[in-house]
Protein backbone atom coordinates (compact mmCIF):
# COMPACT_ATOMS: atom_id res chain seq x y z
CA UNK A 1 0.00 0.00 0.00
CA UNK A 2 1.60 3.27 -0.61
CA UNK A 3 1.57 5.90 1.80
CA UNK A 4 -1.05 8.27 0.89
CA UNK A 5 0.00 10.29 4.00
CA UNK A 6 4.02 10.88 3.07
CA UNK A 7 3.13 11.93 -0.89
CA UNK A 8 0.29 14.79 1.08
CA UNK A 9 3.07 15.77 3.44
CA UNK A 10 5.61 15.99 0.54
CA UNK A 11 3.01 18.11 -1.87
CA UNK A 12 2.77 20.36 1.07
CA UNK A 13 5.37 19.98 2.93
CA UNK A 14 6.84 23.52 3.80
CA UNK A 15 3.50 24.03 5.90
CA UNK A 16 3.60 20.80 7.53
CA UNK A 17 7.10 22.41 8.59
CA UNK A 18 6.51 25.62 9.38
CA UNK A 19 3.31 24.06 10.93
CA UNK A 20 5.54 21.49 12.80
CA UNK A 21 7.83 24.54 14.20
CA UNK A 22 4.81 26.48 15.79
CA UNK A 23 3.37 23.65 17.68
CA UNK A 24 7.02 22.29 18.67
CA UNK A 25 7.77 25.91 20.41
CA UNK A 26 4.73 25.18 22.38
CA UNK A 27 5.73 22.15 23.41
CA UNK A 28 8.97 23.33 24.22
CA UNK A 29 7.12 25.77 26.57
CA UNK A 30 5.49 22.55 28.51
CA UNK A 31 8.43 20.61 29.27
CA UNK A 32 10.16 23.72 30.36
CA UNK A 33 7.23 24.14 32.81
CA UNK A 34 7.71 20.44 34.01
CA UNK A 35 10.97 20.81 34.26
CA UNK A 36 10.59 24.03 36.29
CA UNK A 37 8.57 22.30 38.54
CA UNK A 38 11.47 19.68 38.55
CA UNK A 39 14.04 22.04 39.48
CA UNK A 40 11.99 23.39 42.65
CA UNK A 41 11.88 20.22 44.08
CA UNK A 42 15.60 19.57 42.89
CA UNK A 43 16.30 22.83 45.13
CA UNK A 44 14.69 22.09 48.33
CA UNK A 45 16.26 18.35 48.22
CA UNK A 46 19.55 19.67 47.26
CA UNK A 47 19.27 22.33 50.77
CA UNK A 48 19.04 19.74 52.58
CA UNK A 49 21.92 17.88 51.07
CA UNK A 50 23.91 20.50 51.30
CA UNK A 51 23.15 21.41 55.28
CA UNK A 52 24.73 18.44 55.94
CA UNK A 53 22.19 17.56 58.81
CA UNK A 54 20.00 14.42 59.68
CA UNK A 55 17.96 16.02 62.54
CA UNK A 56 16.81 20.09 62.25
CA UNK A 57 15.95 21.22 66.14
CA UNK A 58 14.11 24.60 65.59
CA UNK A 59 11.54 26.48 67.79
CA UNK A 60 8.92 24.55 69.03
CA UNK A 61 5.54 24.19 67.21
CA UNK A 62 7.43 25.70 63.95
CA UNK A 63 8.19 24.04 61.11
CA UNK A 64 11.25 26.32 60.87
CA UNK A 65 13.55 27.50 59.44
CA UNK A 66 12.69 27.50 55.74
CA UNK A 67 9.47 27.24 56.01
CA UNK A 68 8.38 28.95 58.93
CA UNK A 69 10.30 31.72 61.49
CA UNK A 70 12.27 30.23 64.01
CA UNK A 71 14.09 31.49 67.15
CA UNK A 72 15.79 30.05 69.89
CA UNK A 73 18.66 30.36 71.94
CA UNK A 74 22.24 29.34 70.85
CA UNK A 75 22.78 27.31 73.91
CA UNK A 76 20.52 24.75 73.08
CA UNK A 77 23.31 23.33 71.15
CA UNK A 78 25.11 21.95 74.42
CA UNK A 79 21.99 20.12 75.80
CA UNK A 80 21.69 18.67 72.18
CA UNK A 81 25.60 17.29 71.80
CA UNK A 82 25.07 15.70 75.06
CA UNK A 83 22.04 13.15 73.93
CA UNK A 84 23.18 9.64 73.45
CA UNK A 85 23.42 9.22 69.46
CA UNK A 86 24.64 12.41 68.73
CA UNK A 87 27.99 12.72 66.61
CA UNK A 88 27.75 16.65 65.80
CA UNK A 89 25.62 19.61 66.81
CA UNK A 90 25.85 23.03 65.17
CA UNK A 91 23.88 26.66 64.92
CA UNK A 92 22.99 27.76 61.98
CA UNK A 93 21.02 30.87 61.08
CA UNK A 94 18.99 31.60 57.72
CA UNK A 95 18.09 35.26 56.56
CA UNK A 96 17.14 35.90 52.67
CA UNK A 97 17.92 39.40 51.70
CA UNK A 98 19.70 41.77 48.95
CA UNK A 99 23.55 41.63 49.11
CA UNK A 100 25.27 44.40 47.39
CA UNK A 101 28.67 44.55 45.67
CA UNK A 102 31.06 47.03 47.48
CA UNK A 103 33.39 47.43 44.88
CA UNK A 104 34.77 46.51 41.44
CA UNK A 105 33.11 47.30 37.79
CA UNK A 106 29.68 45.34 39.24
CA UNK A 107 30.04 47.90 42.17
CA UNK A 108 26.27 48.54 43.80
CA UNK A 109 25.02 45.76 41.97
CA UNK A 110 22.53 43.58 44.19
CA UNK A 111 21.70 40.37 44.26
CA UNK A 112 19.19 38.03 46.31
CA UNK A 113 20.65 35.64 48.17
CA UNK A 114 20.11 33.10 51.23
CA UNK A 115 22.63 34.39 54.08
CA UNK A 116 23.70 31.49 56.05
CA UNK A 117 25.12 31.95 59.32
CA UNK A 118 27.67 28.73 60.54
CA UNK A 119 30.32 28.40 62.95
CA UNK A 120 33.64 28.39 60.83
CA UNK A 121 36.58 26.12 61.44
CA UNK A 122 35.00 22.76 60.94
CA UNK A 123 34.61 22.41 57.13
CA UNK A 124 32.51 18.65 58.26
CA UNK A 125 30.37 20.72 60.55
CA UNK A 126 26.84 20.90 59.85
CA UNK A 127 25.55 24.27 57.87
CA UNK A 128 28.82 25.05 56.46
CA UNK A 129 29.48 24.89 52.81
CA UNK A 130 30.66 20.89 51.76
CA UNK A 131 33.16 21.72 48.80
CA UNK A 132 34.62 24.75 47.16
CA UNK A 133 35.26 25.20 43.07
CA UNK A 134 37.96 27.79 44.29
CA UNK A 135 38.97 29.53 46.88
CA UNK A 136 39.46 28.61 50.44
CA UNK A 137 36.72 28.02 53.55
CA UNK A 138 36.07 30.58 56.16
CA UNK A 139 38.60 30.51 58.74
CA UNK A 140 38.40 34.25 60.64
CA UNK A 141 35.38 35.00 63.29
CA UNK A 142 34.26 37.78 60.89
CA UNK A 143 34.03 39.00 57.77
CA UNK A 144 35.05 36.60 55.37
CA UNK A 145 32.28 35.02 53.19
CA UNK A 146 31.86 31.93 50.94
CA UNK A 147 29.50 32.54 47.77
CA UNK A 148 27.98 30.29 45.45
CA UNK A 149 29.17 30.92 41.97
CA UNK A 150 25.58 31.78 40.79
CA UNK A 151 25.88 34.97 43.16
CA UNK A 152 27.88 36.49 40.07
CA UNK A 153 30.79 37.76 42.83
CA UNK A 154 34.21 36.88 42.47
CA UNK A 155 37.27 35.85 45.27
CA UNK A 156 38.63 38.71 46.40
CA UNK A 157 35.87 41.11 46.07
CA UNK A 158 34.28 42.68 48.98
CA UNK A 159 30.68 42.48 49.28
CA UNK A 160 27.73 44.72 51.86
CA UNK A 161 25.64 42.62 54.16
CA UNK A 162 23.54 45.61 55.77
CA UNK A 163 26.57 47.71 57.67
CA UNK A 164 29.55 45.92 57.43
CA UNK A 165 32.11 44.48 53.83
CA UNK A 166 32.60 41.26 54.03
CA UNK A 167 35.78 39.61 51.70
CA UNK A 168 34.76 36.58 49.32
CA UNK A 169 37.40 34.05 50.20
CA UNK A 170 35.60 31.25 48.93
CA UNK A 171 33.00 29.86 45.62
CA UNK A 172 31.08 27.26 46.11
CA UNK A 173 28.35 25.35 43.43
CA UNK A 174 24.64 24.13 43.64
CA UNK A 175 24.28 25.69 46.78
CA UNK A 176 20.74 27.30 47.06
CA UNK A 177 17.78 27.74 48.83
CA UNK A 178 14.65 26.02 48.89
CA UNK A 179 13.32 29.00 46.45
CA UNK A 180 16.82 28.88 44.20
CA UNK A 181 18.05 31.56 45.96
CA UNK A 182 22.30 31.41 45.89
CA UNK A 183 23.34 31.08 49.18
CA UNK A 184 26.42 33.00 50.63
CA UNK A 185 27.92 31.75 53.61
CA UNK A 186 29.28 34.12 56.68
CA UNK A 187 30.49 33.31 60.48
CA UNK A 188 27.80 32.69 62.52
CA UNK A 189 27.90 35.93 64.84
CA UNK A 190 28.32 38.13 62.12
CA UNK A 191 25.25 36.52 60.88
CA UNK A 192 23.60 36.77 64.10
CA UNK A 193 23.75 40.32 64.04
CA UNK A 194 22.68 41.14 60.30
CA UNK A 195 19.51 39.28 61.61
CA UNK A 196 18.45 39.78 65.02
CA UNK A 197 20.35 43.20 65.87
CA UNK A 198 18.89 46.28 66.47
CA UNK A 199 19.94 49.00 64.74
CA UNK A 200 21.84 52.22 65.94
CA UNK A 201 18.82 54.28 66.63
CA UNK A 202 16.22 51.63 67.46
CA UNK A 203 18.92 50.48 70.65
CA UNK A 204 19.22 53.91 71.81
CA UNK A 205 15.52 54.47 71.59
CA UNK A 206 14.61 51.30 73.66
CA UNK A 207 17.80 52.51 76.14
CA UNK A 208 16.03 55.83 76.46
CA UNK A 209 12.28 54.03 77.11
CA UNK A 210 13.79 51.72 79.33
CA UNK A 211 15.71 54.20 81.86
CA UNK A 212 12.70 56.39 81.97
CA UNK A 213 10.89 53.41 83.45
CA UNK A 214 10.40 54.04 87.17
CA UNK A 215 10.26 50.51 87.96
CA UNK A 216 13.69 49.75 86.79
CA UNK A 217 15.28 52.12 88.93
CA UNK A 218 14.35 51.45 92.54
CA UNK A 219 16.78 50.74 94.99
CA UNK A 220 16.27 47.36 95.34
CA UNK A 221 16.99 46.35 92.14
CA UNK A 222 20.41 47.31 91.82
CA UNK A 223 22.50 46.75 88.50
CA UNK A 224 19.21 45.94 86.53
CA UNK A 225 19.02 48.48 84.67
CA UNK A 226 22.23 47.97 83.07
CA UNK A 227 22.12 44.26 83.13
CA UNK A 228 18.74 44.96 80.35
CA UNK A 229 20.68 47.68 78.19
CA UNK A 230 23.62 45.19 77.81
CA UNK A 231 21.33 42.35 76.73
CA UNK A 232 19.52 45.09 74.13
CA UNK A 233 23.37 45.38 72.78
CA UNK A 234 23.74 41.34 72.30
CA UNK A 235 22.17 38.75 71.34
CA UNK A 236 21.88 35.18 71.38
CA UNK A 237 19.17 33.79 68.84
CA UNK A 238 19.80 31.22 66.12
CA UNK A 239 17.18 29.49 63.65
CA UNK A 240 18.45 25.85 64.22
CA UNK A 241 20.63 23.86 65.25
CA UNK A 242 21.63 20.75 62.56
CA UNK A 243 22.31 17.18 64.43
CA UNK A 244 24.04 14.41 62.87
CA UNK A 245 23.76 11.57 64.23
CA UNK A 246 25.53 8.49 64.51
CA UNK A 247 25.44 5.54 61.88
CA UNK A 248 23.07 3.03 62.47
CA UNK A 249 21.12 5.18 64.89
CA UNK A 250 17.63 6.23 63.64
CA UNK A 251 17.02 9.73 63.68
CA UNK A 252 13.92 9.70 64.62
CA UNK A 253 15.70 7.80 68.08
CA UNK A 254 17.45 10.90 68.84
CA UNK A 255 14.15 12.97 67.94
CA UNK A 256 11.80 12.10 70.16
CA UNK A 257 13.42 12.76 73.51
CA UNK A 258 14.10 16.37 71.97
CA UNK A 259 10.48 16.82 71.44
CA UNK A 260 9.78 15.54 75.28
CA UNK A 261 12.20 17.33 77.25
CA UNK A 262 13.96 19.96 75.55
CA UNK A 263 10.41 21.94 74.37
CA UNK A 264 11.32 22.09 70.99
CA UNK A 265 10.36 20.70 67.56
CA UNK A 266 12.49 17.98 65.92
CA UNK A 267 12.78 17.30 62.46
CA UNK A 268 14.20 14.28 60.56
CA UNK A 269 15.37 13.99 56.84
CA UNK A 270 12.24 12.50 55.11
CA UNK A 271 9.67 15.43 57.69
CA UNK A 272 11.67 18.02 56.64
CA UNK A 273 11.44 17.40 52.52
CA UNK A 274 7.97 16.52 53.19
CA UNK A 275 7.56 20.39 54.84
CA UNK A 276 9.76 21.56 51.62
CA UNK A 277 7.83 19.50 48.81
CA UNK A 278 4.20 19.33 49.90
CA UNK A 279 3.83 22.49 51.69
CA UNK A 280 6.24 24.79 50.93
CA UNK A 281 6.02 24.51 47.08
CA UNK A 282 2.90 22.91 47.03
CA UNK A 283 0.99 26.41 46.04
CA UNK A 284 3.64 26.90 43.04
CA UNK A 285 3.27 22.99 41.90
CA UNK A 286 -0.33 23.42 41.56
CA UNK A 287 -0.02 26.66 39.37
CA UNK A 288 2.30 24.84 37.00
CA UNK A 289 0.31 21.70 36.62
CA UNK A 290 -2.99 24.43 35.62
CA UNK A 291 -0.16 25.93 33.23
CA UNK A 292 0.23 22.43 32.08
CA UNK A 293 -2.93 21.73 31.30
CA UNK A 294 -4.18 24.53 29.61
CA UNK A 295 -0.81 24.24 27.14
CA UNK A 296 -2.22 20.63 26.30
CA UNK A 297 -5.75 21.83 25.62
CA UNK A 298 -4.32 24.56 23.01
CA UNK A 299 -2.22 22.09 21.70
CA UNK A 300 -4.89 19.69 20.92
CA UNK A 301 -6.88 22.60 19.67
CA UNK A 302 -3.82 23.72 16.95
CA UNK A 303 -3.56 20.57 15.79
CA UNK A 304 -7.03 19.47 15.52
CA UNK A 305 -7.39 22.62 13.66
CA UNK A 306 -4.65 22.65 11.38
CA UNK A 307 -5.26 19.10 10.45
CA UNK A 308 -8.91 19.76 10.13
CA UNK A 309 -7.96 22.59 7.47
CA UNK A 310 -5.37 20.59 5.99
CA UNK A 311 -8.73 18.07 5.23
CA UNK A 312 -11.10 20.16 3.85
CA UNK A 313 -8.43 21.62 1.56
CA UNK A 314 -8.71 18.10 -0.66
CA UNK A 315 -12.08 17.07 0.30
CA UNK A 316 -12.12 16.34 -3.96
CA UNK A 317 -9.28 13.61 -3.65
CA UNK A 318 -10.55 11.92 -0.90
CA UNK A 319 -13.87 11.98 -2.80
CA UNK A 320 -11.84 10.27 -5.60
CA UNK A 321 -10.46 7.81 -3.57
CA UNK A 322 -13.37 6.98 -2.13
CA UNK A 323 -14.82 6.64 -6.39
CA UNK A 324 -11.95 3.96 -6.79
CA UNK A 325 -12.88 1.83 -3.96
CA UNK A 326 -10.40 3.49 -1.14
CA UNK A 327 -11.34 1.79 1.99
CA UNK A 328 -12.60 4.37 4.89
CA UNK A 329 -10.03 2.64 6.96
CA UNK A 330 -7.05 4.04 4.66
CA UNK A 331 -8.56 7.48 4.18
CA UNK A 332 -8.82 7.64 8.46
CA UNK A 333 -5.19 6.12 8.68
CA UNK A 334 -3.58 9.18 6.29
CA UNK A 335 -5.30 11.60 8.18
CA UNK A 336 -3.90 10.11 11.82
CA UNK A 337 -0.21 9.63 10.40
CA UNK A 338 -0.07 12.96 9.13
CA UNK A 339 -1.25 14.69 12.64
CA UNK A 340 1.16 11.93 14.50
CA UNK A 341 3.68 13.21 11.94
CA UNK A 342 2.66 16.68 12.88
CA UNK A 343 3.25 15.51 16.85
CA UNK A 344 6.61 14.10 16.18
CA UNK A 345 8.08 17.18 14.16
CA UNK A 346 6.42 19.40 17.25
CA UNK A 347 8.00 17.24 20.06
CA UNK A 348 11.28 17.16 18.69
CA UNK A 349 11.27 20.92 17.85
CA UNK A 350 10.26 21.69 21.16
CA UNK A 351 12.84 19.05 23.03
CA UNK A 352 15.82 20.83 21.44
CA UNK A 353 14.32 24.13 22.30
CA UNK A 354 13.83 23.33 25.63
CA UNK A 355 17.43 21.81 26.01
CA UNK A 356 19.06 25.44 24.69
CA UNK A 357 16.61 27.98 26.56
CA UNK A 358 16.59 25.95 29.97
CA UNK A 359 20.52 27.34 31.30
CA UNK A 360 18.93 30.70 30.36
CA UNK A 361 16.55 30.62 32.96
CA UNK A 362 17.31 32.22 36.11
CA UNK A 363 16.28 29.52 38.25
CA UNK A 364 17.56 25.46 37.95
CA UNK A 365 15.34 23.86 35.32
CA UNK A 366 15.28 20.39 35.39
CA UNK A 367 14.98 18.34 32.49
CA UNK A 368 14.26 14.55 33.20
CA UNK A 369 14.60 12.09 30.70
CA UNK A 370 10.95 10.08 32.37
CA UNK A 371 9.39 14.10 31.76
CA UNK A 372 10.53 13.47 28.44
CA UNK A 373 9.16 10.11 27.58
CA UNK A 374 5.83 10.78 29.43
CA UNK A 375 5.47 13.75 27.10
CA UNK A 376 6.08 12.22 23.73
CA UNK A 377 3.28 9.85 24.24
CA UNK A 378 0.96 12.78 25.94
CA UNK A 379 1.81 14.45 22.56
CA UNK A 380 0.92 11.38 20.66
CA UNK A 381 -1.95 10.55 22.15
CA UNK A 382 -2.89 14.66 22.32
CA UNK A 383 -2.65 14.47 18.04
CA UNK A 384 -4.18 11.25 17.76
CA UNK A 385 -7.52 12.46 19.19
CA UNK A 386 -7.25 15.91 17.59
CA UNK A 387 -7.36 13.90 14.27
CA UNK A 388 -10.80 12.55 14.96
CA UNK A 389 -12.69 15.53 14.12
CA UNK A 390 -11.01 15.61 10.52
CA UNK A 391 -11.31 12.49 9.98
CA UNK A 392 -15.08 12.37 10.76
CA UNK A 393 -15.37 15.31 7.96
CA UNK A 394 -13.10 13.10 5.60
CA UNK A 395 -15.24 10.11 6.04
CA UNK A 396 -18.80 12.00 5.58
CA UNK A 397 -17.53 13.31 2.08
CA UNK A 398 -19.63 11.97 -0.74
CA UNK A 399 -17.67 9.89 -3.37
CA UNK A 400 -20.34 12.15 -5.87
CA UNK A 401 -18.20 15.18 -5.64
CA UNK A 402 -15.08 13.92 -7.71
CA UNK A 403 -17.56 14.34 -10.34
CA UNK A 404 -19.30 17.41 -9.53
CA UNK A 405 -19.15 20.51 -11.29
Known amino acids: MISLAGRDILHSWGKFVLTGIGL ?9 MAGVYRGMVDDARALLDNSGADLWVVQQDTQGPYAESSSLRDDVVRSVLGLPGVVRAANVTYLTMQVRASEGRDAGREVRAMIVGFEPGQPAQPGSPGYLVAGRHVTRSHYEAVVDVRT ?4 GQHIRIRRHDYT ?16 VFI ?3 DA ?5 LKDNDA ?3 DRARTAANPALNRPGVPGLLEAIQASQAANHNVNAVLVQVQPGVPAETVAEPIRRWKHLEAYTRAQ ?3 ILVAKLIATSAKQIGMFLVILAIVSAAIVAFIIYTMTLGKIREIAVLKLIGTRNRTIAGMILQQALGLGLIGFIVGKVAATFWAPIFPKYVLLEVNDALLGLVAVMVICALASTLAIRAALAVDPAAAIGG
Do not use: C, H, W
Request: glycine content about 14%; charged content about 15%.
Open 24 to 32: GLLIGVTLT
Open 152 to 155: GFTL
Open 168 to 183: VVGLTQRMVSSGGDPM
Open 187 to 189: PLK
Open 192 to 196: QEAQF
Open 203 to 205: ILN
Open 272 to 274: MEE
